[in-house]
Each structure stands twice: as structure tokens, then as C-alpha cells.
């Protein structure tokens, strides 16, 4: 019983922060940190796949916060929970990474208001409320050999090509066009 508790659990958190379809037959985890670069110049190409995919591909987003490198990782994975919290998960992660720059708790407080949230959640001690939540996804990143940031797997696979529109659609199988419809 106890396993298949954990198979239930580990199937919700796999669904928590999706992006897209959740139906589609294709699934990229991202495994990402708010304040790397990499991860920000991933975002618009990740977001033109999903979007371009007529439903076939959808995104789901681990913390990885590289708290030694980047100083404020851990505190914009914890602003971004606690955003989600508050239904808004993926507009704060849009204003994470448009402002990489910025991302010290005055600055998350006011991307807070712009959201229309409850800022006293967003940053400080209320904001270690979801330190679990970015620790489970930093654990199971380390479990699946990730080392760096972005981290891309295609349904379960690592991926380790360019993070290109091009080569992520070439890597779902949705680079082929589909035959033209017959005229009647």
C-alpha cells in the first residue's frame, strides 16, 4: 500500500507546475533555475514549442536553483511556489525571468503586485512555507544526473541537443509535415 501511495503522490507532483496540454503525447521536464541565463534564453523557445504544437507537447517545470552561482536561484524558486500558491505560478515565472537581473525580495514583492498577490508571501520566512516543495524538485533533479541548468528530459530521456524550436520539434517527432488533406 505504502508504494502505491507513492506512485499517487509522485504522479500529482509530476503534473504541479504544467505548462500546455496535459493530455499531449509529449512531455519536457525542465529542470531550471530563475536565474540562469540559460535557462532564460530556453523560456521563449520552450514556450513557441508548446504553443506550436497543436496540443502535442507540454512543459513541466523542476527548481533546480543553483544557489551556489546564482545568489538569489533559491529565493525566486520559493517566490514562484508561493506565486503558484496563489494561482499564478507561470506569470511569475515569466517576471522571474524577464528580470533575472532583479531578483532580490524587494524586487519579487513588487512583481507580486503587478500579479495582484498577497506579497507578504512571496518572500521571507512565509515564503519558506514551500522550501519542500523546491528541495523535492532539487532532490529528484540530483537523482536523474542533473547537473547544470536548463536540464531538458523528452518523455523520461535526456535531451542534450540545441534548445531550439527546430530541434526540440525534430526530437518529438513533429519536425514532419502531415500529408496534404484530399480535395473532394
Same mark, same amino acid.
Given at each position: 500500500?505504502?508504494d502505491?501511495?507513492?506512485?499517487?503522490?509522485?504522479?500529482?507532483?509530476?503534473?504541479?507546475?504544467?505548462?500546455?496540454?496535459?493530455?499531449?503525447?509529449?512531455? /519536457?521536464?525542465?529542470?531550471?533555475?530563475?536565474?540562469?541565463?540559460?535557462?532564460?534564453?530556453?523560456?521563449?523557445?520552450?514556450?513557441?514549442? /508548446?504553443?506550436?504544437?497543436?496540443?502535442?507537447?507540454?512543459? /513541466?517545470? *523542476?527548481?533546480?536553483?543553483?544557489?551556489?552561482v546564482?545568489?538569489?536561484?533559491?529565493?525566486?524558486?520559493?517566490?514562484?511556489?508561493?506565486?503558484?500558491?496563489?494561482?499564478?505560478?507561470?506569470?511569475?515565472?515569466?517576471?522571474?525571468?524577464?528580470?533575472?537581473?532583479?531578483?532580490?525580495?524587494?524586487? /519579487?514583492?513588487?512583481?507580486?503586485?503587478?500579479?495582484?498577490?498577497?506579497?507578504?508571501?512571496?518572500?521571507?520566512?512565509?515564503?519558506?512555507?514551500?522550501?519542500?516543495?523546491? *528541495?523535492?524538485?532539487?532532490?529528484?533533479?540530483?537523482e536523474?544526473?542533473?547537473?547544470?541548468?536548463?536540464?531538458?528530459?523528452?518523455?523520461?530521456? %535526456?535531451?542534450?541537443?540545441?534548445?531550439?524550436?527546430?530541434?526540440? #520539434?525534430?526530437?518529438?517527432?513533429?519536425? #514532419? #509535415?502531415?500529408? %496534404? *488533406?484530399?480535395?473532394?
Amino acid at each position: 500500500m505504502a508504494d502505491e501511495e507513492e506512485r499517487e503522490h509522485d504522479n500529482e507532483f509530476a503534473f504541479r507546475w504544467s505548462y500546455g496540454n496535459p493530455e499531449a503525447p509529449f512531455t /519536457i521536464v525542465e529542470f531550471g533555475d530563475f536565474e540562469c541565463p540559460y535557462c532564460g534564453a530556453a523560456k521563449p523557445v520552450l514556450h513557441d514549442l /508548446i504553443e506550436g504544437s497543436e496540443g502535442q507537447v507540454r512543459l /513541466i517545470w *523542476r527548481h533546480f536553483p543553483l544557489f551556489t552561482v546564482h545568489p538569489f536561484a533559491l529565493t525566486a524558486a520559493l517566490a514562484a511556489e508561493a506565486a503558484g500558491n496563489q494561482g499564478a505560478f507561470w506569470p511569475m515565472a515569466g517576471l522571474l525571468f524577464k528580470n533575472q537581473n532583479s531578483l532580490d525580495d524587494a524586487s /519579487i514583492v513588487r512583481y507580486g503586485k503587478q500579479l495582484d498577490l498577497d506579497t507578504d508571501q512571496l518572500v521571507g520566512d512565509a515564503a519558506q512555507a514551500y522550501a519542500s516543495a523546491v *528541495r523535492a524538485d532539487y532532490v529528484e533533479g540530483i537523482e536523474a544526473g542533473v547537473h547544470g541548468t536548463p536540464t531538458l528530459f523528452v518523455n523520461g530521456e %535526456p535531451y542534450t541537443d540545441a534548445v531550439t524550436v527546430k530541434d526540440l #520539434r525534430e526530437a518529438v517527432g513533429l519536425s #514532419r #509535415r502531415r500529408a %496534404p *488533406r484530399p480535395l473532394r
